[in-house]
């Protein structure tokens, strides 16, 4: 039981070494990854493990990181209070939105949150005075602890760890498997008296919570903030991110934002049609790998696991 | 597990290999700006410009011995993507100098950015007044005139005329809200009776201007100052063309009478727009102009813009500091720079001691056909030398304190 | 001015009329849209995109022929006949072999559909700036209650109609729209019946990017030419296709009127929040009405 815990501890020593001998460039890129994964997988399990469309993720993403960004310049608070704060602000958002959205099914669902997500895109956007509109918010003030390069990436680090874990062992749990009862057979997890609309509601406002822990990663790194950070063209970016990976693996968002990011940073300098390549990956990915790169990998090399990993 | 454990080392290793980027025998450049949009008629200008200018340089010796060279990325006219931009530059190229961008929120965040990171960042097209402003400091230049300085110059063509009531109408973003905020409070200083009736402010990248003019002419202003940005500039004269707007309501647009506004309109463009430009080919027809102008179509195939110009004279300052500083040194660089002053094709430029600025002159015209040319251009040419409307150094420092 | 004076006056008439010749583009867009959505289930990301393509088409077709009248009437001709070729391909290359998988994977092809399109008009034309203007015969504005109204804008208010009745035409009263409508609600049984579904299917979304070509193609006068067309029109499309019923070409109308309206009345009555009315419609619409406002084909 316990060296299924080995891999990832690994990895974890790994990267907590890397400042160490890697150049700075790398360590900034690493933390993005980190942060994307988590985004990757807050989302996962609304979309992988809940089957819901969540087709605006990033809303929640960009709430976190505003609410962050906006308590760091705007209210005199602790910074440690700040950067709870925009985590809590999107979950909060996503509970509203949670609750407005998931009387629907499927596409409406997906729809109805993507009109909604779209609003409150909207408002940041031309709320010049508050939100800083178009602009967003350059130069937030970050404190010392994690100002430099590398205490943001060991805040990063430590903050991903926590989260991935913390998501994992929900997965897990009864509530997890509840969950995915649900996205299998809706009818029937009702018949054996599970509360569908609850369950979801539920996973909703984690998820939100999470996408908003990794928008105030993104403060830390980046000292700034952009609306386009919940544009709806990123929401199908994150999602992209799941099904690369695959979706029905723990794992899966966290492999697939890492690709994705990696390609991103270094292909894009050397192509200057990145969204073509993206598309022709896209397509080739969802034809001949739809259960993306881990669950693949899952089928091949593990078959009695099932669906998790 | 194991496989993503391999995949994922094999990745990093790669890194670090492509890690050890050359700290060669050339000084390195780095442009972030947009080349997507409608805003490439100004920003191809500022490359090519550079361009010409480095060759010339590189042609006559390099700087210091080395070759100047230069790498472009397109931010596509997004901030967060212009700030990973200057990033990557500066953390994986090693640029010695950072050059952009026509996006004033991309430069101020990319300006931050270099204030932390120590690199000296040119700034080329974005007229923001908070750069070298109120939030200036030692590692920005600004190469290119400001909001600040367009609003100073305008009021003073403004305060001389006629016209109380005013209609203020732009893009609602940073360059749009400065620019008319600078003119608008030089104006009203100088002219205490003007009388603001009213404001529309569009979205950035808007198309569809028809609400917002029927709008306007329904108030029936004396005068509307259209705030747009290099987005916007066409739309808003093709929009005003289609409704008949610049011969209902006299209005006045920066950078309304430069080429690069002009152009894609050809014989299209309204007539009797005022506007104000920075650089025009044809004007003042002085030898060094247009022997400058000649060059650039020579190897371009096209006349000059202000983005020319701009990319132009960064080339010459970079070479010129550096051989003034004596050695490849960022802090050295920019003592040199600071305070110098060169020759252009319309004058002796200064890049001013306080606040990193650069001076320039100021033509303010109207739009009109021309005989020689397929585009129309801008008429009745005034132009306002840059000492009689920057702002002082005191007035820059205290900005700074707030 | 008072909130009333505001409201009667010929600043509203000119607004509304503007909101109106705006429906028309979205109108036809997303009736296209809608089509698909309904017949075929999917949404198609890749609509945007090819709305932007039927733009830039038709600027080639008219900077090749000079300008005029007739390139213009020729561009707004071959530009959706393009772009539907384009859909052919799509939906036969592509999308046929993949009916059977999850919807969202689905989805997902279409946005990495529009991702290709988008980089490919980048290729293709490059990233300048591109400007075309009316033809000679609608340049210029009427005088509407003194206030101006470009005629083109006029031109696109008569267009509309005609789009929607040749539309209603099409899927009522013909024979392969009848089917499709059939298909749309049950395709299985309509292949039990012997109709090869495929063609419908065919049919329907190679309509659709005409349609897309079209509203891109009626557009370029009146705006610029220009990469991120694709991005700012596929999301207002898809929120009126939701609000008015999907499959539905008279919700298509109904949303896009609503969203037209509302945004340029929203402008004028709150300038800086404007743009955030048609989605606050939307908001409105869905929350009492979430599969829309008129009967959805599914």
């Known amino acids: 039981m316990k060296w299924k815990y080995a891999v990832p501890l690994v990895l974890l020593a790994l990267l907590a070494a890397m400042p160490q001998f890697l150049p700075r460039f790398h360590i900034y890129i690493i933390a993005i990854v980190l942060l994307t994964g988590l985004l990757a997988t807050s989302l996962n399990l609304a979309i992988g493990f809940g089957g819901i469309y969540q087709f605006h993720h990033a809303v929640f993403y960009g709430v976190g990181a505003y609410g962050t960004a906006l308590m760091l310049t705007k209210s005199g608070l602790p910074a440690p209070l700040c950067l709870v704060a925009g985590p809590m602000a999107a979950a909060a958002l996503s509970l509203v939105m949670g609750i407005i959205c998931v009387r629907l099914s499927k596409l409406y669902f997906g729809m109805l949150q993507i009109s909604l997500g779209s609003l409150v895109w909207a408002i940041v956007y031309r709320w010049y005075s508050f939100t800083g509109g178009d602009n967003g918010i350059p130069g937030i003030p970050v404190p010392e602890w994690i100002a430099s390069p590398e205490g943001a990436y060991y805040y990063i680090l430590a903050v991903t760890a926590v989260c991935m874990y913390a998501l994992h062992r929900i997965v897990r749990s009864p509530f997890g498997k509840a969950l995915e009862g649900i996205r299998d057979n809706p009818v029937r997890s009702e018949a054996i008296g599970i509360h569908v609309r609850l369950h979801q509601l539920a996973a909703l406002v984690i998820a939100g919570f999470f996408g908003g822990v990794a928008g105030s990663l993104f403060v830390v790194i980046e000292t700034s903030v952009f609306p386009d950070m919940m544009f709806w063209t990123y929401s199908l970016e994150v999602l992209v991110m799941c099904l690369l990976g695959g979706m029905y693996t723990f794992f899966g968002p966290l492999v697939g934002s890492s690709i994705l990011v990696l390609l991103r940073t270094y292909v894009s300098v050397y192509i200057p049609y990145w969204h073509l390549f993206l598309g022709i990956v896209l397509t080739l990915l969802i034809i001949f790998l739809p259960d993306g790169v881990l669950g693949f990998a899952v089928r091949r090399f593990r078959p009695k696991e099932g669906r998790l990993a | ?262 152009m894609p309109q050809g014989q299209n463009a309204p007539e009797g727009v005022f506007g104000t430009a920075n650089y025009l080919f044809y004007y003042p027809e002085t030898k060094v102009n247009k022997s400058f102008a000649t060059d650039f179509e020579k190897l371009y195939g096209r006349h000059p813009k202000s983005g020319a110009l701009y990319g132009y004279m960064a080339a010459q300052f970079i070479a010129n500091a550096y051989k003034k500083a004596g050695k490849v040194d960022k802090e050295k660089f920019i003592d040199s720079l600071e305070g110098m002053a060169l020759d252009s094709p319309i004058g002796k430029l200064e890049v001013r001691k306080c606040d990193h600025q650069i001076v320039l002159p100021m033509f303010y015209g109207v739009t009109k056909k021309s005989p020689k040319y397929e585009f129309l251009v801008g008429g009745d040419l005034v132009s306002i030398a840059g000492k009689d409307y920057m702002p002082t150094c005191e007035e820059i420092s205290k900005a700074r304190a707030k | 001015m008072g909130f009333l004076e505001i409201l009667f006056s010929a600043g509203t008439l000119s607004q509304i009329l503007t909101g109106l010749s705006r429906t028309t583009i979205l109108f036809i867009v997303s009736s296209g849209l809608s089509l698909i959505l309904g017949v075929l289930r999917i949404p198609n990301i890749a609509h945007g995109s090819l709305y932007m393509i039927g733009a830039f088409t038709a600027y080639s077709v008219i900077a090749f022929l000079g300008g005029g009248t007739f390139a213009f009437f020729a561009a707004m001709v071959a530009a959706p006949l393009v772009v539907a070729a384009i859909g052919f391909v799509m939906e036969r290359g592509f999308f046929s072999y993949l009916y059977d998988r999850e919807h969202l994977m689905l989805l997902l092809l279409t946005f990495s559909f529009a991702l290709i399109l988008g980089d490919l008009v980048k290729i293709f034309w490059g990233t300048e700036f591109r400007s075309i203007e009316p033809p000679a015969f609608i340049q210029g504005s009427a005088e509407i209650l003194g206030l101006p109204v470009p005629y083109y804008n006029l031109f696109l208010l008569a267009v509309g109609p005609f789009i929607a009745v040749f539309l209603w035409l099409v899927v009522n009263r013909t024979k392969i729209g009848k089917i499709s409508r059939a298909a749309a609600v049950d395709a299985e049984m309509v292949s039990a019946v012997g109709i090869n579904v495929g063609w419908v299917f065919a049919f329907t979304f190679v309509l659709g990017c005409f349609l ?20 700012s029109l596929i999301m207002e499309a898809f929120l009126i296709v939701i609000m008015g019923g999907l499959g539905n070409v008279w919700g298509a109308l109904l949303g896009s009127l609503i969203f037209g309206l509302t945004q340029s009345l929203g402008i004028m009555v709150w300038p800086q929040f404007g743009i955030v009315f048609p989605y606050l419609a939307v908001v409105v619409v869905l929350s009492f009405r979430p599969r829309g406002l008129l009967r959805s084909v599914w």
């Not at chain 2, 597990?1 to 890194?15: D, P, Q, W, Y």
């Not at chain 2, 210091?64 to 596509?76: A, H, N, P, Y």
């Not at chain 2, 990973?84 to 101020?108: C, F, P, Q, R, Y």
């Not at chain 2, 030089?186 to 990248?205: D, F």
């Open chain 3, 212 to 231: 897309a070509g079209l509203g891109g193609a009626l557009i370029a006068p009146m705006t610029s030419v220009s990469l991120g067309m694709d991005h």
């Open chain 2, 1 to 262: 597990m194991r496989r993503i454990v391999s995949v994922l080392t094999g990745v990093i290793v790669v890194c670090c290999v492509t890690a050890f980027a050359f700290a060669g025998p050339t000084i390195k450049v780095g442009i972030v700006d947009t080349y997507t949009g409608p805003v490439t008629t100004y920003t191809y200008d500022v490359r090519d410009g550079f361009k010409m200018g480095v060759d010339q340089i590189n042609a006559k010796g390099g700087v210091l011995g080395k070759k100047l060279e230069f790498v472009v990325r397109d931010d596509t006219f997004k901030s967060d993507v212009g700030l990973a931009m200057a990033k990557e530059l500066i953390l994986n190229e090693k640029v010695d100098i950072l050059m952009g961008t026509i996006n004033s929120a991309t430069a101020l965040a990319i300006s931050d950015l270099c204030k932390k990171e120590k690199v000296p960042f040119l700034v080329t097209f974005s007229k923001s007044g908070k750069i070298t402003g109120e939030k200036g400091h030692r590692y920005v230049f600004n190469l290119n005139e400001n909001t600040d300085m367009i609003g100073r110059a305008t009021a003073t063509v403004f305060a001389k005329k006629p016209y109380i009531k005013y209609w203020i109408a732009g893009d609602d973003y940073e360059y749009g809200h400065a620019i008319a905020d600078a003119i608008w409070n030089h104006l009203k200083t100088l002219n205490p009776k003007v009388q603001m009736i009213g404001q529309s402010w569009w979205k950035m990248r808007e198309t569809d201007f028809n609400p917002y003019i029927t709008q306007i002419l329904a108030a029936k202003p004396d005068f509307v100052i259209v705030a747009t940005g290099g987005g916007s500039m066409v739309n808003f004269q093709k929009a005003a063309q289609a409704t008949g707007f610049n011969k209902r309501a006299p209005f006045y647009q920066h950078t309304g009478i430069e080429l690069s506004t002009l």
